[in-house]
Every structure is written in structure tokens, then in C-alpha cells.
């Protein structure tokens, strides 16, 4: 199984940047594909970016592209969301979650995903 947990999210201006982290642990979390959701109070959860189990694939909404970078550390472990340019849309609680894949998957929408962490709160005011 795998444990999430979600750290870095807080308050910046628009234009400031934060980086959000995800700590991956667990007996399957070197198996594991990791997405970002996002959910702002009154909205739909949406898929922010993912990332594959070996790092070679990568997905990223349409709004956050050349904003946002997702990357994931050698060892596996620790899955990042790099946000730059923050504007006050982005405001929103960021979940970060996880299924098991093989090496070669990199399917990131319409799939369930079993492990979820707590969330962050990101704020980015004007």
C-alpha cells in the first residue's frame, strides 16, 4: 500500500512560487504514479499534473503549463510540484494521489486512485 503526505503549501503574492512536496511511503510506493488534484472551496476537484512511476512521463493541465513542473526525486520517494507564477485562481487545496502502475504506464486521466493524502492549502493572494 502507500501513505501520503503533503507538505509546502502557504500564502504568496501573485507571481511568487512555492513548491509543494509529496513524502511517498509504503510497500508498494516505488511502484507507484503520482498525480496533483487541486480543490478550490465551491469547485470540482481537477487533475493538476502527474508524473509515471520511473519519472518519464508527465502530464500538466492546460492552465498551469510553463507555470507548474512536477518531478520526483532518484530514489522515488518524494514526488514535487514546482509552481511559479502563481496567480490568485490557483488558490485551492492540493491533494496529492496515487495508484500502482507498471513502468511503461503513463495514463494520468480517467483512472481511480486509490491512495490520497490530506491535502495543503495554497493561497495566493493579489
Known amino acids: 500500500q502507500v501513505r501520503l503526505v503533503e507538505s509546502g503549501g502557504g500564502l504568496v503574492q501573485a507571481g511568487g512560487s512555492l513548491r509543494l512536496s509529496c513524502a511517498v511511503s509504503?510497500?508498494?510506493?516505488?511502484?507507484?504514479?503520482v498525480a496533483w488534484f487541486r480543490q478550490a472551496p465551491g469547485k470540482e476537484r481537477e487533475l493538476v499534473a502527474g508524473?509515471?512511476?520511473?519519472?518519464?512521463?508527465?502530464y500538466y493541465a492546460d492552465y498551469v503549463k510553463g507555470r507548474f513542473a512536477v518531478s520526483r526525486d532518484n530514489a522515488k520517494t518524494t514526488v514535487f510540484l514546482q509552481m511559479n507564477s502563481l496567480r490568485p485562481e490557483d488558490t485551492a487545496s492540493y491533494y496529492c494521489a496515487a495508484r500502482d502502475t507498471i513502468l511503461t504506464d503513463y495514463r494520468f486521466k480517467g483512472v481511480d486512485y486509490p491512495y490520497w493524502g490530506q491535502g495543503t492549502q495554497v493561497t495566493v493572494s493579489s
Open positions: 508524473i509515471s512511476r520511473n519519472g518519464g512521463g508527465t
Open positions: 509504503g510497500r508498494s510506493s516505488s511502484r507507484s504514479m
